[in-house]
């Protein structure tokens, strides 16, 4: 390793030069930082789609749910398919309602209750695919700069080594080593703050979409506590 | 996720590849190759001090005022130049007064030339007013005069007063040509001697009587007459001027210099600062004079400040300022007051060299009594 900074002296500074000249750990360090930096773009393109696509979801399903289609057609056309985010939610409401009813339930509270519970279930598990992933985001973001200052530290030590091996502080010593150290810092930097920036933006998304869900949760249960009313009333009459 | 993956690989090889091309090999840094420059560090006191020389002319290898021409009469003299006495006041120029002499001269001799009439105006106040004579006789007579007043005046005041007026009034028709000053000196004493004689020879008789003093009086005061008078030919109020201003010049300084001029100050300064054994010297002097009362409390870290002011003899002017810091109050106090008379009682400071003046006329002494006990 001591070898390095001398060599480096002669040799050219390109960024592929320092790559290649640097040593074992510290290019271990800037592996892992690149690493780093391809999942935290690869997250952010990832969430940058789904959000997108999820938004664009639950604009279309409102505008169908409250479009005055029955609810139970809309339930026999949904059924059928992978639904996910507000159709998930809708999905999983109906299908407590229906056997509810077909089973011929007594206490109207306790299928409102189930029914809740039913729709909590289904939106915990869809707001945990949006927000998957995004803890990768913030950890990339608060650990990167420290492994590349790891990387840097490991680096000038082995430059200092250099210029004890050399007896010689000349700058032309020195340099490349502190420069090739630097690049680990520089890399880290790199995949650090894309990072950060995305897991702020995403995580506010994820809060929007699943306020979004919660809302409609809320004016599902509502409706369908209004419609549970209805139909047990009169049998309760009629008794 | 795969997708996302892939397109992230994607990005970054293609960021990197970039990088790689575009952030190649910077380019280094070029020192252009510039000449080392010499740095000499030169003392400060090249240029304060100052040799004694002259300001206007060329440098040379040692400072030389101007050469002077009389031998050397004054020993250790400081200040350049011709002078007996060594002043501190530049030679006044010797060019001046010579010059008020030559026109002073040709006043009198170019006057009778030309013109005649003013010379016999002149003659006539001349005449009256010095023809000698008459003071010297009027000196004798009022002394005489109670006495035997009547007999003397009226004879010699008579006789030279036509003959003075005979002399007057020749010289006008006379001629131009005659020169006014040479008959001028002659009649007045010729005058004056008859003037005399009648009045020694009337009076002889009572004055030898009465008071030889007088007469011993009168013939000084008829010599000192006479000189004047025969010295009145010259005089002429303006030329009072010309005669003052016959002496030598002032100024300058007694110190005699052989050397062509060279580049140099009005005198020789030395270092600015007293040196440490003067400074120690100084210091001794004081504290030898010193008698520190031992065991003072509070005494210590008392450091006492002493700034006075000198003559070039090495007398205190006024009162020196004695401050102290540190320590009890009354320790302070004391020691002030102590240090105040042990100055006092050291002046004159005898050692301190005279050419280094300007760093000791104001002294400031510090002591640390607790090191002198």
């Keep these: 390793m001591e070898d390095v900074g001398l060599a480096a002296a002669t040799h050219d500074v390109s960024l592929w030069a320092l790559f290649m000249q640097a040593g074992i750990i510290v290019k271990l360090v800037m592996l892992g930082l690149m690493g780093a930096s391809v999942w935290t773009w690869a997250i952010v393109i990832d969430k940058y789609v789904s959000f997108g696509k999820a938004r664009r979801q639950f604009d279309q399903f409102e505008q169908v749910f409250w479009s005055g289609q029955s609810l139970e057609e809309l339930y026999r056309t949904l059924a059928e398919r992978q639904n996910t985010g507000l159709s998930a939610i809708f999905v999983a409401a109906m299908r407590e309602w229906k056997k509810s009813f077909e089973r011929g339930a007594r206490s109207p509270i306790g299928l409102q209750m189930r029914i809740d519970r039913a729709m909590d279930v289904t939106m915990a598990r869809e707001s945990e695919t949006f927000e998957g992933r995004l803890g990768s985001l913030a950890t990339i973001g608060s650990a990167a700069p420290f492994i590349g200052l790891f990387g840097t530290v490991v680096g000038i030590m082995t430059s200092f080594q250099a210029i004890a091996g050399s007896k010689s502080t000349n700058l032309a010593v020195v340099a490349p080593g502190i420069a090739e150290a630097l690049l680990a810092t520089a890399i880290g930097l790199v995949a650090a703050i894309p990072a950060v920036i995305a897991y702020n933006k995403f995580s506010a998304d994820a809060g929007k979409l699943s306020a979004r869900m919660e809302g409609f949760a809320d004016e599902f249960s509502g409706i369908l506590s209004r419609q549970i009313d209805e139909k047990l009333q009169p049998r309760q009459a009629a008794q | ?373």
Excluded: C
């Design chain 2, 1 to 373: 996720m795969k997708g996302s993956l892939g397109t992230s690989l994607v990005l970054h090889t293609v960021a990197l590849g970039f990088a790689l091309v575009s952030l190649g090999t910077p380019a280094s840094f070029d020192v252009a190759d510039v000449e080392a420059l010499p740095v000499d560090i030169i003392p400060v006191e090249s240029i304060t001090q100052i040799q004694q020389g002259d300001k206007k002319a060329p440098l040379a290898e040692t400072a030389a005022p101007v050469p002077t021409t009389k031998p050397n009469i004054v020993q250790d003299a400081e200040n350049a130049g011709d002078n007996e006495v060594d002043l501190k006041a530049p030679p006044t120029p010797v060019q001046r007064p010579i010059e008020t002499e030559v026109a002073a001269a040709p006043e009198k001799t170019d006057n009778p030339l030309p013109n005649p009439t003013t010379e016999t105006n002149t003659i006539k106040e001349i005449v009256p007013e010095e023809t000698a004579p008459k003071p010297t006789e009027v000196a004798a007579l009022p002394e005489t005069k109670p006495e035997i007043a009547p007999e003397p005046t009226p004879e010699p005041t008579p006789e030279p007063a036509p003959e003075a007026a005979v002399a007057e009034e020749l010289p006008l028709p006379d001629t131009i040509p005659v020169p006014a000053a040479r008959p001028r000196p002659e009649p007045p004493k010729e005058q004056a001697k008859p003037a005399e004689k009648p009045a020694e020879k009337k009076p002889e008789t009572p004055k030898a009587a009465e008071k030889p003093s007088d007469k011993k009086v009168a013939d000084k005061k008829q010599e000192t007459a006479k000189s004047t008078s025969s010295k009145d030919s010259d005089f002429n109020a303006d030329e009072i001027a010309a005669l003052l201003n016959k002496q030598e010049a002032s100024g300058g300084g007694a110190k005699r210099s052989t050397e062509t001029a060279a580049l140099g100050g009005k005198k020789t300064t030395s270092g600015s600062s007293l040196s440490q054994s003067e400074m120690d010297a100084l210091r001794g002097q004081i504290q030898n004079n010193w008698s520190i009362i031992a065991g003072i409390e509070g005494a210590d870290g008392v450091i006492i400040t002493v700034s006075m002011k000198l003559d070039e003899t090495g007398a205190i002017i006024g009162r020196p300022e004695v401050t102290a810091t540190g320590g009890s109050d009354t320790a302070r106090r004391t020691l002030e007051g102590s240090a105040l008379r042990a100055v006092m009682r050291s002046a004159p400071f005898k050692n301190l060299p005279v050419e280094k003046y300007d760093a000791w006329s104001e002294v400031v002494v510090n002591f640390d009594p607790s090191e002198m006990l």
